[in-house]
Structure formats: C-alpha cells, structure tokens
C-alpha cells in the first residue's frame, strides 16, 4: 500500500491520461484512478491492483494508449426488460449489466464494497474506509467510488443534488430524515440491510415523502 511499487503505479496512471499524485500511498485518491482505468478497460471494477494488473496497465500505457473520458450526457436509457438491469447474486453482491455506462459500474462496484457493512449512524462522513455506514454515507461512498463525489453528503443534501426527476439508470430519494438510490433498477439502501443482509434489494418501496432526483447524464 506505500512505497517504489506505488510510484510506479501513479505515474503510469498519469501517462494514461489519469492525472494521479505520487505520494507512493495508495490511497482513496488512487483507488479512484484505478477503477477509472478498470472500467475504461472493461476490467472487474474493485480499486485494486494485482502484479498482473500493473503489467497490463504497463503495456497499456507502452502502447500507446490513452484514457478517454466517457460521454454519458447522451447515454441512452434502457430499451428493454432484458437490458439495463443488474441482477441481484445469491451473496447479496450487485452485478452491473454490460450495456451500462462506465459510472453507472463504478458505482455498482463501490457499492458491492461496502454492501454488507454494517449500519452506523454517521458512518461514511468522517472518512471513507469506516467501519460502518449510515444511509446517506453509503450513497456518498457509492458516488465517491466513481468519481461522482469529493466529500460526503448527508439525506438532506441529497434533496438538492444532481438534476430533477428520475434518471435512465440511477435514481436517488432522500427527506430530511432518509436516502437511498436505485441503480440499474436495483435499490441502494440501509433500509432492510438486517432482513437482506446486504444494501443491495430487489424488493420496491414507498418513494412518497422523497425528493426524486438523478445524477447529470445518468
């Protein structure tokens, strides 16, 4: 996690187009860069780096190959049933669909990260590694793992967060007392994580109370 290895690893994100510090720390800020390059490659989305994974960014970078950032104001939304929808595994892990944006599986992965956490009430606004997240700080780790969020948000903040409505692929609802999202059609939210053992549900709720509103583009 600290050291020449690191290094290595950060300035071969900057070459990649990712700009990166090289503090030799691998920290959040890193983690981030690694699961933008992870899903700009179509790689499993974790924030991790294995000897094998350092080699591909390596000859990535070699190449000639540089990181373009997505264009997601015009993603289109799901046209079917079939599509656009993650699916819910037998461990309580969310699965992102193929034809999703690269965000939409940044925040499935980060998600995935913490699904299991268990509730702490202001969990996930004093830092992000925490032993436990509260509703409104697990959504802010799910965005900040795309890239989505700099500092965490508490339910109220997400009241006026993002743009109107509901979204092609994420969904956010949040009163004065409460948050959660849906994400490809499953639901994000602290709400039943004791029943389900997970934050991830196939189960619908009652959106009446909430501020309905969607991230730009997604």
């Not at 944006?101 to 202001?122: D, L, M, S, T, W």
């Not at 994000?188 to 909430?210: E, N, P, V």
């Amino acid at each position: 996690m600290r050291g020449a290895d690191v290094k290595q690893l950060q300035r071969l994100l900057g070459h990649y187009g990712l700009r990166t510090s090289v503090d030799g720390a691998f920290g959040a800020h890193t983690a981030l860069r690694v699961r933008q390059w992870e899903a700009a490659t179509d790689r499993a989305v974790n924030g991790r780096v294995s000897r094998r994974q350092a080699l591909a960014l390596q000859t990535t970078v070699g190449a000639g190959q540089r990181y373009v950032a997505p264009v997601e104001e015009t993603a289109p939304a799901p046209t079917s049933t079939t599509t656009g929808r993650a699916t819910l595994r037998s461990d309580g892990l969310a699965v992102a669909p193929p034809d999703a944006p690269a965000k939409v599986k940044a925040i499935i992965a980060a998600g995935n990260e913490i699904a299991k956490k268990p509730y702490k009430y202001g969990g996930g606004h004093g830092r992000w590694k925490d032993t436990g997240y509260d509703c409104s700080g697990s959504m802010s780790y799910a965005f900040h793992g795309a890239g989505m969020l700099d500092t965490a948000m508490d339910s109220t903040g997400f009241m006026s967060w993002g743009k109107a409505g509901k979204g092609a692929w994420v969904t956010t609802y949040a009163n004065a007392g409460h948050s959660y999202m849906v994400v490809a059609g499953l639901r994000f939210d602290t709400s039943g994580l004791d029943a389900d053992g997970s934050r991830w549900h196939t189960s619908k709720r009652s959106s009446a109370g909430y501020t309905v509103r969607h991230p730009s583009g997604l």
